[in-house]
């Protein structure tokens, strides 16, 4: 199996535990596929780069997990026909990656 990261962006509208069930569902999509999540760093609510659907922020979370071609199909499935999700981009982590907690996000200047 290889070793990949997700980062995906969720809309504004969900509250805090609506995010967490969002993370939770897309956990749940690689372990019952046969994948392992590892790390999950969600930095919180930011400031989109660029308007996306009419909206100008949303939550930002970055996902490291183990997966086979099978959990990996799945997971983009999911990830393009949820309206949870604005943007979304997998990475395939290079086999030399050591496992390595995320750091956290430093906060954004005002």
Known sequence: MDVYEVMFII?????????????SRFRTVIERTGGEPRDVNHWGRRKL?????????GYYVIMEFTAGERTLVE????????????????????????????????????
């Open 11 to 23: 809309i504004p509208e969900l509250d805090e535990e609506q995010v967490e069930n969002t993370i």
């Open 49 to 57: 780069a660029y308007e996306i659907d009419h909206r100008t922020d």
């Open 75 to 110: 997971l983009k499935r999911i990830l393009r026909v949820s309206d949870d999700v604005l943007r979304h981009m997998v990475m395939k982590l290079p086999p030399t990656y050591a496992h390595k907690p995320l750091p956290e996000p430093a906060e954004a200047a005002s």
